[in-house]
């Protein structure tokens, strides 16, 4: 019986942190959307966060189900995401740039 609370615990702080990462991303794609100039690159953007939100309501699909709330971005990670794309964005607005931030931002290693 405990293993089973500790695997339904388990599964609640992982979605938890898929929903609010999956958010992040899409904030983030919003975010970078206006600079892009390549239709191949505005298409992987489009693509990527449609999985996202896909991933999103799935994660949010299994807190509703065991009564949790879906999880925000916390303000502080959301906020430093922001600026620091953006200052990127500042020095160079290119489609490499986009790609980089992209890489780092949407599909860490």
Request: glycine share 4%.
């Amino acid at each position: 019986m405990d293993t089973d609370m500790s695997t339904k615990n388990d599964t609640i702080r992982l979605a938890g942190h898929c929903d609010a990462g999956c958010k992040m991303a899409i904030d983030s794609m919003d975010q970078i959307s206006r600079y892009v100039t390549d239709d191949n690159l505005r298409n992987v953007i489009s693509s990527s966060k449609n999985r996202h939100k896909d991933l999103e309501q799935e994660a949010s699909g299994l807190l509703n189900k065991y009564g949790r709330n879906e999880q925000d971005p916390q303000k502080m990670a959301s906020a430093f995401s922001w600026l620091s794309t953006e200052m990127k964005m500042m020095f160079k607005d290119d489609n490499n740039q986009i790609a980089k931030i992209m890489m780092v931002r949407v599909f860490p290693s």
